[in-house]
């Protein structure tokens, strides 16, 4: 489905993304892991068009889209799930989900039945504000509103950041259900080595803006070698 080659970006003058490299499946959840700083994040911005690439290629299913807007890759079948979550704390949970199919012409039927039927925790919480919600319903909320726009690919940076062990369980779970029931594709930034394991077919290890390492999920429980690489220990 996504193939990335030598792809390179940039703040200013300060290169962050150095030649990365990668091919995902269609219906493949793959992880990737690295140190603070190493590019994780602006890999996902790079992929979404949110930053411009610099130089390189990628391609969603042998199409060029490189230098399409971050409408158009959704359009394309490309969503996102920011890191710390950007809810609008101002709306209501049901207005949220709104607002992840408000360019289409799709409407609350269509889309927010069929929603709550996988998130079934949001079905109570709809009338309410979604800044009133905790740290793992504001995460749970902002997965749902992505998946409102009907992504093929998702973009989930950080997931577990900030949120309850309980709650990680259940994001974990709807997780594998979405890949299961909708073969949904999804590139995991993660910190959360058993939550990365318990999802991931295989895991990519990011090192100064480039890929250094491809390793099976399994191969996580080796603490030695997480912590050479990414400088992560259980």
Same mark, same amino acid.
């Given at each position: 489905?996504?193939?990335?080659?030598?792809?390179?970006?940039?703040?200013?003058?300060?290169?962050?993304?150095?030649?990365?490299?990668?091919?995902?499946?269609?219906?493949?959840?793959?992880?990737?892991?690295? =140190?603070?700083?190493?590019? !994780?994040?602006?890999?996902? !911005?790079?992929?979404?068009?949110?930053?411009?690439?610099?130089?390189?290629?990628?391609?969603?299913?042998?199409?060029?889209?490189?230098?399409?807007?971050?409408?158009?890759?959704?359009?394309?079948?490309?969503?996102?799930?920011?890191?710390?979550?950007?809810?609008?704390?101002?709306?209501?949970?049901?207005?949220?989900?709104?607002?992840?199919?408000?360019?289409?012409?799709?409407?609350?039927?269509?889309?927010?039945?069929?929603?709550?039927?996988?998130?079934?925790?949001? !079905?109570?919480?709809?009338?309410?504000?979604?800044?009133?919600?905790?740290?793992?319903?504001?995460?749970?909320?902002?997965?749902?509103?992505?998946?409102?726009?009907?992504?093929?690919?998702?973009?989930?940076?950080?997931?577990?950041?900030?949120?309850?062990?309980?709650?990680?369980?259940?994001?974990?779970?709807?997780?594998?259900?979405?890949?299961?029931? =909708?073969?949904?594709?999804?590139?995991?930034?993660?910190?959360?080595?058993?939550?990365?394991?318990?999802?991931?077919?295989?895991?990519?290890?990011?090192?100064?803006?480039?890929?250094?390492?491809?390793?099976?999920?399994? =191969?996580?429980?080796?603490?030695?070698?997480?912590?050479?690489?990414?400088?992560?220990?259980?």
């Amino acid at each position: 489905m996504l193939g990335v080659t030598d792809l390179r970006a940039a703040y200013g003058r300060i290169p962050i993304l150095d030649g990365i490299s990668m091919s995902v499946a269609e219906g493949e959840l793959v992880g990737i892991l690295g =140190h603070n700083g190493m590019g !994780k994040t602006t890999l996902l !911005k790079t992929l979404m068009g949110y930053l411009r690439a610099t130089a390189g290629e990628i391609l969603l299913d042998g199409d060029d889209i490189t230098a399409l807007e971050p409408h158009q890759r959704v359009r394309r079948g490309i969503g996102y799930v920011p890191q710390g979550r950007e809810i609008f704390p101002g709306l209501t949970v049901r207005d949220n989900l709104r607002m992840g199919f408000a360019a289409t012409s799709l409407n609350d039927d269509q889309v927010i039945e069929p929603i709550l039927a996988d998130f079934p925790r949001l !079905k109570p919480l709809l009338d309410r504000p979604g800044g009133s919600l905790s740290g793992g319903e504001q995460q749970i909320l902002a997965i749902a509103r992505c998946l409102c726009g009907r992504p093929r690919l998702v973009l989930l940076d950080e997931p577990t950041e900030g949120i309850q062990p309980s709650v990680i369980d259940e994001i974990a779970e709807l997780l594998q259900g979405l890949r299961d029931q =909708h073969r949904l594709t999804v590139i995991l930034v993660e910190q959360n080595l058993d939550f990365i394991r318990a999802l991931s077919e295989r895991v990519l290890i990011i090192q100064r803006g480039a890929i250094t390492r491809e390793v099976a999920a399994e =191969h996580l429980a080796d603490s030695e070698m997480i912590a050479e690489f990414v400088g992560i220990t259980e």
